[in-house]
């Protein structure tokens, strides 16, 4: 019944209706009723006529936006007490237009259409009061029928004409709100996205770090009492990892508190320190390069080549066989980046699954219009990638 308007709103309409009331009712006291035009009203109590007129017509103005509804039934009943005083239309209708403006722009769907059927029932109205009342001297004959059509049509026209607007209006709101709705909700899915990404990236990283600093730790606590220097080497390769994973963390949780670019992202230049940590983890590592890249690869190529290898690298070390070979292939095409990484499982009954790992993988090559598979072939674990160079695969 009541719409939520602001303060200032608020008071701007109850404001512009006291004013117009203000400027209405004397303007009714001196306008021409049923004795003719042109002379003061003969009315039995003019001036209290002319007040509960205009007094109707400015509370319907002042609560136009408040309620759509409620000025709508404050006009049609000045109207009526109008009429009922024979009182042909003055001053105070104007009101009717900002009305029926109201009730297409700010009402809801039953005021909407109330608004457009009281515009033509009210052209109808007016029409038949004014034929059957003073502007007619003998009434509604054949001759003035078409006067009488006329003015049909002029006031369906105006009052129509003041509906549609606010139709307009309302339609343009509407597809305002509707498209400001979309681009928060493009917004709340990008930065979704970028969310997923930093999980993604953090996934990767501790994952990675965390197993060469367990395998280091292991190694270093077997080796212990034999050769105090594969400790001194096991704890400087730990230090040395996490601080690397401590920047990286910091890095993603900064993009993540504060939004900003990505910030530096690994590039192929990296993937020989990740080679070293992998092999300072007591990893069998060998890589074969053919062919090598023909030029500067795409960075977001250069980062899904890095992730994938990353991960695969860590899936090899966490459950690969220990002491077991891994062999990283990457041929490096015109179009495309042909990646593969295979390491023995250990012996024994194993429970397959998808890991957040596997998934990451999967999602980084797909982003980069590629596709991953990854599956086990004749005792080892194999993942092999697809990533095109400039296109989509």
Known sequence: MFRRLKTYQLVVDVSLGVLFFLAAWPIEHVVTGATGYGAPLQGTFPALE??????????????????????????????????????????????????????????????????????????????VYLAAGPLYSDGLTWQTLPLA?????AAAFALGLAWTIGALVRTA?????NREAQQRAEAEAIAEQERVRIARDMHDVVAHSLAVVVAQADGARYAAGSDPAVVTEALATIASTARSALADVRLLLGQLRHRQGD?????????????AQVRAAG?????????????????????????ILQEALTNALRHGAPGGPVDV???????????????????GPRTPKAGHGLI???????????????????G??????????GGLA
């Open 50 to 127: 002319a007040f509960v007129i205009a007094l109707f017509f400015g509370a319907a103005l002042a609560v136009r936006r408040l309620s759509p509804a409620l000025a709508l039934g404050l006009a049609w009943a000045g109207a009526l007490l109008q009429m009922g005083f024979g009182r042909p239309p003055g001053f105070a209708d104007v009101a009717i237009f900002a009305v029926l403006y109201a009730t297409a722009a700010y009402g809801g769907s039953r005021v909407y259409w109330a608004g457009l059927v009281s515009a033509l029932v009210g052209a109808l109205v007016i029409t």
């Open 149 to 153: 059509l006329v003015m049909l049509v």
């Open 263 to 275: 910030g530096p992202q690994p590039t192929l230049a990296d993937l020989e320190e990740l080679y």
């Open 360 to 378: 990451g993988m999967r999602e980084r090559a797909q982003l980069a219009g590629g596709r991953l598979d990854a599956a086990d072939e004749d």
């Open 173 to 177: 709101v509407r597809a305002r709100e």
């Open 329 to 347: 292939r990457l041929a490096w095409l015109a179009d495309r980046v042909e990646l593969g990484v295979r390491n023995p499982l250990p012996p």
């Open 283 to 307: 990893v069998r590592l060998r890589v074969d390069v053919d062919p090598a890249p023909p030029g500067e690869p795409p960075a977001a190529v250069q980062l899904a080549v890095y992730r």
């Open 380 to 389: 080892a674990f194999a993942v092999t990638a697809l990533i095109p160079i």
